[in-house]
């Protein structure tokens, strides 16, 4: 018996997230645009901008971003490696606070502005409560990432289709879970009059039932979540610690693990919803 911790949620094998930068005007017509598509994201704000000219009302922001993920950029968006560390930690801790009373849950994933970090930034984020962190260097593969505190995209929005077609093309010989994701920011698709590279990515790949669309937050909890089975010495059991199902391949099967329940993964055995 084979157990591999390689299905997305109802045993997709495919995800596919987006994410956004700074929280200007342009995110009005990104985020109309992907709700169209079934698309879902992550929009990174800086707190302190919110409300001053080309940027987003804070009075919107809740309603706008609803079904998406609200998520942090720092206050005012510095270069964090060279800010004194203190200064630092403020602008994080007082951006989740910020955004925090505006999304009405906590926020603890964040966006590196100006896609700048070191080692130094990377080791004080658990200590402010932020559980992954973006980068902004496009790796152009479908990988799950090995450190979600460094975590880079599949490419910029400008490169989406390509790489869309590429991803729909190979999903069938990927030998794992296969994320495609594409950061950018709203005003780039104004800036560069490529409106229309929105609609046909969401006409690539929108509304299909073989793809989770995904907050980043959300494939952080479930690849946890996914980790954190517990399975018997004989590997014929499985007990799920966390509160989320999640769906593991047993040779040619996907079984799903509910939140709390141990299964058996024989194929002989008889299901066992018993909570540990």
């Known amino acids: 018996m084979r157990v591999k911790l390689d299905r997305f949620p109802d045993g997709k094998r495919m995800a596919l997230t987006m994410s956004y930068d700074d929280g200007i005007y342009h995110d009005r017509r990104l985020v109309e645009t992907m709700n169209r598509y079934g698309l879902r994201g992550t929009f990174h704000l800086n707190s302190g901008m919110l409300g001053k000219k080309d940027y987003l ?56 502005p100006f896609g700048s970090w070191d080692g130094s930034i990377v080791s004080m984020l658990d200590s402010v409560g932020i559980e992954y962190a973006r ?78 669309y995904a907050t980043n937050m959300e494939i952080v909890l479930y690849s946890k979540a996914l980790k954190g089975l517990r399975f018997s010495a004989s590997g014929h059991l499985a007990h799920n610690p966390s509160a989320i199902p999640v769906w593991v391949a047993v040779d040619n099967r996907e079984i799903r693990i509910d939140g709390g329940a141990t299964v058996h993964l024989k194929e002989d055995a008889e299901p066992d919803g018993r909570r540990l």
């Open 135 to 212: 980068t902004v260097d496009s790796h152009g593969s479908y990988r799950m990432p090995d450190n979600f505190q460094q975590w880079s995209p599949t490419c910029h929005h400008r490169d989406m289709i390509g790489h869309a077609e590429k991803w729909l093309s190979d999903n069938k010989v990927f030998p794992t879970m296969a994320l495609l994701y594409v950061w950018g920011h709203s005003h780039d698709f104004d800036r560069e009059n490529n409106w229309e590279l929105l609609d046909q990515f969401g006409q690539l790949v929108g509304n299909r039932s073989d793809i989770w």
């Open 57 to 112: 009302e804070r009075d919107e922001i809740a309603t706008l971003f609803a079904g998406h993920e609200i998520s942090a950029h720092t206050v005012t968006h510095p270069f964090l490696p060279f800010i004194p560390k203190e200064q630092a930690v403020q602008e994080l801790l007082n951006d989740r606070i910020a955004l925090e009373e505006l999304a009405g849950y906590p926020v603890r994933g964040l966006s590196y």
